[in-house]
C-alpha cells in the first residue's frame, strides 16, 4: 500500500491502473520506462521503472483477486439458475443492479459494477485513505463524488463541504490551480466550501486531519440544519 500511495494523483492513478489491466501483468520495460518518464514530467511523480513494476505488480495482483471474485459470483448466479436476461449484478459484490446504474457502469468502466464498486475503482489511494478515516469516525459522506459537471474526492453533504486531495501539480501548475480556483468558487455559490489537502500532508496527519475534520463537520451540520429549521429570516423576525 506504501509504495501504491506515491502514484497520488487521481488522473495518474488511472493511468497506471489501465496499463496494468492492458499489459496483464507482462510489463513491457521500454513502456515502464516511458510511463515512468511520463509521471515524471507530468504528474511530477517520482518513480524508476523498477518501482513502477513493482506498483503495476500490486495493482495486478488487486485485479487478479478481483477476478477470482467475479468468477465466483457467476458461478453463484449460474447456480441460482436465474435465467432472466433483464437482470444485472454487480460482478464484484453480486448485488443486483438497475438498468441505468448497469449502463453507466458499461459506458465508464467497461464492466458491471455498483455505485460502490465504481467508487472504490476510480478513487485514489488518498482519497480513500481519508474516506475510510472518517467513516469509522461516523462521518457519513461520499467518495468519488460529482456535483453538475465536477468531480469532488469526498464530498459530505450534510455539513455542504468537499474535501479535495491533490497531488504535488495542483500547486506547482499554473493551469492546474486557475481550475482549482474556478471550481472552488463555483462550489461556494452552490454553498459548498472546499478543503483541500496534499497528499504529504494525508501521509503523515491523516488521523489528525480526519479528527479536525469529524469536529468540523458535526458544527456545520448542526449549523445548516438549525438554519433549515429556523432560517436567519424568521430569528430577525422573533
Ligand atoms: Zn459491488
Same mark, same amino acid.
Given at each position: %500500500? ?18 496494468? +489491466? ?11 520506462? +516511458? ?14 521503472? %523498477? ?10 495482483? /488487486? ?7 467475479? /468468477? ?32 453507466? @457502469? %458499461?459506458?465508464? #468502466? ?6 460502490? &464498486? ?6 485514489? !489511494? ?42 504535488? &501539480? ?11 480556483? %474556478? ?8 454553498? #459548498?466550501?472546499? /478543503?483541500?489537502?496534499?497528499?504529504? +500532508?494525508?501521509? +503523515? ?16 451540520? /448542526? ?6 429549521? #429556523? !432560517?436567519?429570516? @424568521?430569528?430577525?423576525?422573533?
Amino acid at each position: %500500500m506504501q509504495l501504491l500511495d506515491k502514484i497520488n494523483d487521481n488522473k495518474a492513478y488511472d493511468i497506471v491502473y489501465n496499463f496494468v +489491466e492492458k499489459y496483464q501483468g507482462k510489463f513491457p520495460a521500454d513502456l515502464l520506462g +516511458e510511463l515512468s518518464r511520463l509521471l515524471s514530467i507530468k504528474y511530477k511523480i517520482t518513480m524508476d521503472a %523498477m518501482t513502477l513494476r513493482e506498483v503495476s505488480q500490486i495493482i495486478w495482483d /488487486k485485479i487478479e483477486q478481483e477476478n477470482k471474485l467475479v /468468477k465466483l459470483a457467476k458461478l453463484e448466479r449460474d447456480l441460482k439458475r436465474d435465467t432472466s436476461s433483464q437482470d444485472y449484478y454487480c460482478e464484484v459484490c453480486n448485488v443486483k443492479l438497475p438498468k441505468t446504474e448497469y449502463d453507466y @457502469s %458499461m459506458t465508464n #468502466f467497461g464492466k458491471s459494477l455498483c455505485l460502490h &464498486h465504481q467508487r472504490e475503482k476510480r478513487a485514489s !489511494p488518498h482519497a480513500l485513505k481519508l474516506y475510510e478515516a472518517m467513516r469509522k469516525r461516523g462521518v457519513f459522506c461520499e467518495l468519488e463524488s460529482y456535483n453538475s459537471s465536477k468531480h469532488i474526492d469526498i464530498a459530505v453533504r450534510d455539513a455542504r463541504l468537499y474535501i479535495g486531495i491533490d497531488g504535488e &501539480h495542483h500547486n506547482l501548475d499554473p493551469e492546474q490551480l486557475v481550475i482549482d480556483l %474556478m471550481k472552488d468558487e463555483e462550489s461556494s455559490k452552490e454553498g #459548498f466550501a472546499t /478543503k483541500r489537502y496534499s497528499l504529504k +500532508e494525508i501521509d +503523515e496527519s491523516l488521523d489528525g486531519i480526519a479528527d479536525a475534520l469529524t469536529e468540523v463537520i458535526k458544527q456545520r451540520a /448542526k449549523k445548516f440544519q438549525q438554519e433549515k429549521f #429556523f !432560517p436567519q429570516e @424568521s430569528i430577525k423576525n422573533f
